[in-house]
T-cell receptor, first 111, second 116 residues
Framework: GQQLNQSPQSMFIQEGEDVSMNCTSS?????WLWYKQDPGEGPVLLIA?????ELTSNGRLTAQFGITRKDSFLNISASIPSDVGIYFC???????????FGTGTSLTVIP | GAGVSQSPSNKVTEKGKDVELRCDPI?????LYWYRQSLGQGLEFLIY????????KSGLPSDRFSAERTGGSVSTLTIQRTQQEDSAVYLC??????????????FGPGTRLLVL
């Protein structure tokens, strides 16, 4: 399916730092999802957003559904080594049948 | 089981052979999706099932690829006459009720296919 614009492509940070990544689209989305994929595993759902402006937290993770419905961001606070992996955004449009994925952000946390 | 399961977890085959990959979605999930992920790349959509029918096959890369779903549950992705470029991780995902406004997609662990 159509790829969303996700940035940055990769990040190298020190343990304890905060992380921010975002996803944008030229189309309006009804749902935004954020996934994390560890090496050799399938993507695991982190946060799901269903309403424009919605801000949702899951532990050290916070994600927001942009007010324009064309973007979303994910923040990770106080990063730890196990945060390493690839983070994908995904979204659905009005019919909701197909999921569109971002190109991924590779996160490396340096102890 | 509670999650999406896929089998086999790894498959090594010789060029030209056929392979079948299986996906068991979460019980009650009506929608099922197949994706392909090459090393270090994002997710490439292959096909989507709603029940047993496939309204969107647009991502299948060639006529060597086919998929079916029976009983609104298990799905099989078949690759005929495999080529080396078919080597990738094949991921399956399911969701409960597309179009209901609360779509969430859950992934299986994937099948790692290596074509020699």
């Amino acid at each position: 399916g159509q790829q969303l614009n996700q940035s940055p492509q990769s990040m190298f940070i020190q343990e304890g730092e905060d992380v921010s990544m975002n996803c944008t689209s030229s189309s309006i989305f009804n749902t935004w999802l954020w996934y994390k994929q560890d090496p050799g595993e399938g993507p695991v759902l982190l946060i799901a957003l269903y309403k424009a402006g919605e801000l949702t937290s899951n532990g050290r993770l916070t994600a927001q559904f942009g007010i324009t419905r064309k973007d979303s961001f994910l923040n990770i606070s106080a990063s730890i080594p196990s945060d390493v992996g690839i983070y994908f955004c995904a979204g659905t449009k009005n019919t909701g049948n197909q999921f569109y994925f971002g190109t991924g952000t590779s996160l490396t946390v340096i102890p | 089981g509670a999650g999406v399961s896929q089998s086999p977890s790894n498959k090594v085959t010789e060029k030209g052979k056929d392979v079948e990959l299986r996906c068991d979605p979460i019980s009650g999930h009506t929608a099922l999706y197949w994706y392909r992920q090459s090393l270090g790349q994002g997710l490439e959509f292959l096909i989507y099932f709603q029940g047993n029918s496939a309204p969107d096959k647009s991502g299948l890369p060639s006529d060597r690829f086919s998929a079916e779903r029976t009983g609104g549950s298990v799905s099989t992705l078949t690759i005929q006459r495999t080529q080396q470029e078919d080597s990738a991780v094949y991921l399956c995902a399911s969701s409960l009720s597309p179009g209901g406004g609360q779509e969430t997609q859950y992934f299986g662990p994937g099948t790692r296919l290596l074509v020699l």
